[in-house]
């Protein structure tokens, strides 16, 4: 669904007031526009990355927008990247570091069996591949791949949350993927306790 | 381990106990020569610059205590911490404590081995302390049992160890078989090829502390992994043709194999579960 202008407002209106709408639905794109009246850029900034221009004749501001898209998220990998464990060497002792990634959800993973399919199928959105184990009754251990860069990825997924290790190898883009996949595909109320956007 | 590391990390659906506290895991099986000349090797030290103390873990997922272990520990001062440790504060001096880390049902084997050291008692409901530690705000944290009811154990801080069974190891050097076969199709080593598992670089990858690990405890775990390695590919021969047709293949065609690599390599994990529970009635 697409709205624009007042219809937008009212329909994010609409979106605030129902709880169960608010898990459902999620931003595909967001329009931005940037410049003068006279001289602008209108461009569409897609959930995975994509720009589109629209309109307008201002080169620069779009220029503008994408250097600035870039500039916060290469901060916002970097960001993620100091959690990712591993060892630093320091007056020759390797000392440890890094925590766990948690992913809280707000809608409850009912059915095990598909959602670990479709999260481990190697597979557009998520292109993770993996092998699962069952932990207890309802909580999974997952050794994952990310079939974009090929590094690991360990999981442990209960109904609520997911947990999520990032070893020192790994880039920060696959956790932010994974959690904006899962936001779009899964559950747009879903929180990552160690993300901070500005 | 890692429950106990769990505890000085801030985690949804596990205590934060000990990091509220301020401790943070600092070194992972460092040995330390104490100042009556013998060596620990303690599994994990956490420090609090909050509380200006070190507590020095050893964690027990089995029955025993090695030979001599306490009486190695009873000559560890806090000048032989001071070195390996860092502290952010200038409040000092500096102390510590040993604690025993032990699951529940261990837990009175260790209580009668390990006096006059506190033990925390691993349980599926809740973790308990035995014996006190030497600060009160620590021992404040445990006055009552910590409830374990609705939590999520930690199990991917700490991979394994080389005293782990074959089970734990095995999904672990399957994942890395796997993802030396991805990069194998684009100019990477062979997952096939024995001496593709004599590169430190390799074998780093299946362990997260790697370089935190003795140079013994390295060994160990590289002739570990080697083994399983060489039974795994040697016994599956539908894993060694669907390792080779992935290693074939170029560009983005490799989703058939993927998914048969997945459905044989959980059969492998599965079957190897299924045989630790048998040997356990052998």
């Known amino acids: 669904m697409t709205v624009s202008g007042s219809s937008a407002s009212k329909a994010l209106k609409a979106v605030r007031a129902e709880e169960e709408l608010q898990r459902s639905i999620s931003y595909s794109k967001v329009r931005i526009r940037r410049g003068t009246a006279a001289n602008y850029s209108k461009d569409d900034l897609r959930y995975d990355g994509a720009f589109s221009v629209k309109s307008g004749s201002s080169v620069d501001d779009h220029m503008s927008l994408v250097d600035e898209t870039k500039t916060r998220y290469r901060e916002l990998v970097g960001s993620i990247e100091r959690f990712r464990l591993g060892t630093r060497e320091a007056d020759g002792i390797s000392r440890v570091k890094g925590k766990a990634f948690n992913l809280v959800l707000e809608r409850k993973i009912q059915d095990f069996a598909f959602f670990l399919n479709r999260l481990l199928d190697s597979k557009e959105p998520f292109r993770l591949w993996g092998l699962r184990s069952k932990a207890s009754e309802d909580y999974y251990q997952v050794l994952a791949l990310d079939m974009h860069t090929g590094s690991s990825i360990d999981l442990e997924i209960s109904p609520e949350f997911i947990r999520a290790y990032l070893p020192e190898e790994a880039c920060g883009n696959t956790l932010l993927r994974l959690y904006v996949n899962l936001q779009h595909y899964f559950d747009s109320r879903i929180r990552c306790e160690e993300l901070v956007f500005q | 381990m890692n429950c106990v590391i769990g505890l000085c990390a801030r985690d949804v659906c596990w205590p934060s106990t000990l990091a509220d506290l301020g401790y943070q895991v600092q070194l992972i099986e460092q040995t330390i020569r104490t100042g009556s000349g013998d060596d620990v090797k303690p599994d994990m030290i956490a420090v609090s610059d909050v509380l200006v103390h070190s507590l020095v873990f050893e964690c027990k997922g089995g029955i025993s205590l090695d030979a001599g272990q306490i009486s190695r520990y009873k000559g560890l001062r806090v000048g032989d911490l001071t070195r390996w440790v860092t502290l952010r504060t200038a409040n000092g001096p500096l102390t510590f404590d040993l604690c025993f880390a032990v699951r529940e049902e261990t837990e009175l084997i260790f209580l009668g081995q390990t006096d006059p050291y506190p033990v925390l008692s691993f349980g599926e409901n809740a973790i308990k302390k035995r014996r006190d530690f030497s600060r009160t705000e620590l021992n404040g944290r445990f006055i009552e049992a910590i409830d374990l009811s ?47 598992f004599d590169s430190e670089d390799i074998l780093s990858g299946t362990h997260v502390y790697w370089k935190a690990l003795s140079t013994e405890h390295r060994t160990e775990l590289g002739n570990r992994i080697r ?49 630790e529970i048998m040997n356990r009635y052998v």
Do not use: W
């Open chain 2, 150 to 196: 609705g939590m999520r154990p930690p199990l991917n801080y700490y991979p394994f160890s080389d005293q782990d069974k074959d089970a734990v190891i095995i999904p672990r050097v399957l994942r890395m078989i796997m993802q030396i076969a991805l990069k194998s199709s684009k100019g990477g080593p062979s997952a096939l090829v024995d001496s593709t």
């Open chain 2, 227 to 275: 083994g399983i390695v060489r039974r795994i590919l040697a016994s599956h021969e539908d894993l060694r043709s669907q390792l080779e047709e992935l290693e074939s293949k170029r560009g983005y065609k490799i989703r058939g194999p993927l998914t048969n690599l997945r459905t044989t390599m959980e059969a492998i994990v599965d079957e190897c579960e299924k045989q």
